[in-house]
C-alpha cells in the first residue's frame, strides 16, 4: 500500500509539473531564459544603432551642473564615452571601456571600467549621486532610451539616451574645459576665493565664486 502511494504521489507530481509547463506555454510562446536572454539582445541592439551614438545631458543630483556626455555602443562589449570634463590632464576627454547588460529585477546596464562616471561617484565621499549601473526603464516614442540609477539611494536619478548627431561633438567645449583648468592652475586663488560686487548706487550686492 505505501508503495503504491509513493507511486500515485510521483504521478501526480509529473502530471502537475506538466500542466505548469502546458501553463506556461499558453502564456508566453518562450522559455523564462530565452525570453531574457531576448530582452537584453534586444536592448543591446538599441543601444549600438544609432549611427553617432547617444547624447546624454547627465545631472547626478538637482544641484549639480550638467555634463554634456557622448556615449557609442558597439556589439563588441565597448563603449567609447566623450567629455569635456578637463580633470587629470583630459583622462575623461575620451575613453573605451566595457559594458554589459544584466538582468535582475529587470534589465540593467552597467559599466564595468573605472571612467567618467565612476570618477564623478566618488566625489564628496561616494556623495555625489553619481552612478555607473544603470536600470532600463523604457524607449519613447522619438526613440530615447531612459534608464534610471541603480545605486542612488532616494529619488533615483533619470537618464535619458538621445540619438546623437555629428554636430554634437561640439556641445564638449574641450578648449572652453582646457582653459579653465589652465587658468585655475595659474590662478589657484581665484578659484579658491569667493568675491563681492557692491553697487555704491544701489542696494544691490553680486557675489561670485568659481
Given at each position: 500500500?505505501?508503495?503504491?502511494?509513493?507511486?500515485?504521489?510521483?504521478?501526480?507530481?509529473?502530471?502537475?509539473?506538466?500542466?505548469?509547463?502546458?501553463?506556461?506555454e499558453?502564456?508566453?510562446?518562450?522559455?523564462?531564459?530565452?525570453?531574457?536572454?531576448?530582452?537584453?539582445?534586444?536592448?543591446?541592439?538599441?543601444?549600438?544603432?544609432?549611427?553617432?551614438?547617444?547624447?546624454?545631458?547627465?545631472?547626478?543630483?538637482?544641484e549639480?551642473?550638467?555634463?554634456?556626455?557622448?556615449?557609442?555602443?558597439?556589439?563588441?562589449?565597448?563603449?567609447?564615452?566623450?567629455?569635456?570634463?578637463?580633470?587629470?590632464?583630459?583622462?575623461?576627454?575620451?575613453?573605451?571601456?566595457?559594458?554589459?547588460?544584466?538582468?535582475?529585477?529587470?534589465?540593467?546596464?552597467?559599466?564595468?571600467?573605472?571612467?567618467?562616471?565612476?570618477?564623478?561617484?566618488?566625489?564628496?565621499?561616494?556623495?555625489?549621486?553619481?552612478?555607473?549601473?544603470?536600470?532600463?526603464?523604457?524607449?519613447?516614442?522619438?526613440?530615447?532610451?531612459?534608464?534610471?540609477?541603480?545605486?542612488?539611494?532616494?529619488?533615483?536619478?533619470?537618464l535619458?539616451?538621445?540619438?546623437?548627431?555629428?554636430?554634437?561633438?561640439?556641445?564638449?567645449?574641450?578648449?572652453?574645459?582646457?582653459?579653465?583648468?589652465?587658468?585655475?592652475?595659474?590662478?589657484?586663488?581665484?578659484?579658491?576665493?569667493?568675491?563681492?560686487?557692491?553697487?555704491?548706487?544701489?542696494?544691490?550686492t553680486?557675489?561670485?565664486?568659481?
Amino acid at each position: 500500500m505505501k508503495k503504491y502511494y509513493t507511486i500515485v504521489c510521483l504521478v501526480l507530481l509529473v502530471l502537475s509539473n506538466a500542466c505548469r509547463n502546458t501553463e506556461e506555454e499558453l502564456i508566453f510562446d518562450k522559455p523564462a531564459d530565452a525570453r531574457v536572454a531576448e530582452a537584453i539582445g534586444d536592448l543591446e541592439a538599441k543601444l549600438v544603432a544609432p549611427a553617432e551614438g547617444w547624447l546624454l545631458k547627465y545631472r547626478p543630483e538637482d544641484e549639480s551642473g550638467v555634463y554634456n556626455v557622448l556615449l557609442n555602443f558597439n556589439e563588441n562589449g565597448d563603449v567609447t564615452i566623450q567629455t569635456d570634463f578637463g580633470v587629470n590632464e583630459g583622462e575623461f576627454y575620451e575613453q573605451t571601456i566595457t559594458y554589459r547588460i544584466d538582468n535582475s529585477l529587470g534589465l540593467e546596464l552597467i559599466l564595468e571600467n573605472y571612467s567618467f562616471f565612476s570618477f564623478l561617484f566618488e566625489q564628496n565621499q561616494a556623495s555625489f549621486l553619481a552612478e555607473y549601473e544603470f536600470n532600463y526603464v523604457n524607449e519613447t516614442p522619438d526613440g530615447a532610451l531612459v534608464f534610471s540609477s541603480k545605486s542612488d539611494p532616494f529619488s533615483p536619478t533619470t537618464l535619458v539616451f538621445i540619438p546623437a548627431s555629428s554636430g554634437d561633438i561640439n556641445l564638449l567645449g574641450k578648449e572652453l574645459a582646457s582653459n579653465l583648468t589652465t587658468l585655475s592652475e595659474n590662478s589657484p586663488a581665484l578659484f579658491a576665493s569667493s568675491y563681492r560686487l557692491r553697487f555704491t548706487d544701489q542696494d544691490l550686492t553680486f557675489y561670485l565664486s568659481l
